[in-house]
Nanobody
């Protein structure tokens, strides 16, 4: 069994900062890309940032310069530092990872966390 557990969401004033964490646990052999997505009410889920196992990073244009994604491969954890938050960042944030689970046959799976709410008050 593989689980992704997010933490760090909450309520913050506009201009403030939050740091999200997502830890993967279970029968993990390897983790490829890890990323953060978000879904605001009435909108589709969108990618926020992603990072490969080699450290290659991509950001959505809307968060460039404000958000920073990082990962600790030893802890199977990905982080999202969010600065200069505004009301448009209000959403449920989901962690995603491509994980090779132990067992036979070996196969890569796409895993999601349960989501953490980020609310920015203006």
């Amino acid at each position: 069994q593989v689980r992704l557990v997010e933490s760090g969401g909450g309520l913050v004033q506009a201009g403030g900062s939050l740091r999200l964490s997502c830890a993967a646990s279970g029968s993990i052999l390897s983790i490829n890309a890890m990323g953060w997505y978000r879904q605001a009410p009435g909108k589709q889920r969108e990618v926020v940032a992603s990072i490969t196992s080699a450290g290659s990073i991509n950001y959505a244009d809307s968060v460039k310069g404000r958000f920073t994604i990082s990962r600790d491969n030893a802890k199977n954890t990905v982080y999202l530092q969010m600065n200069s938050l505004n009301a448009e960042d209000t959403a449920v944030y989901y962690c995603n990872a491509g994980i090779l689970k132990s067992g036979w046959p070996l196969n890569w799976g796409d895993y999601w966390g349960q989501g953490t709410q980020v609310t920015v008050s203006s």
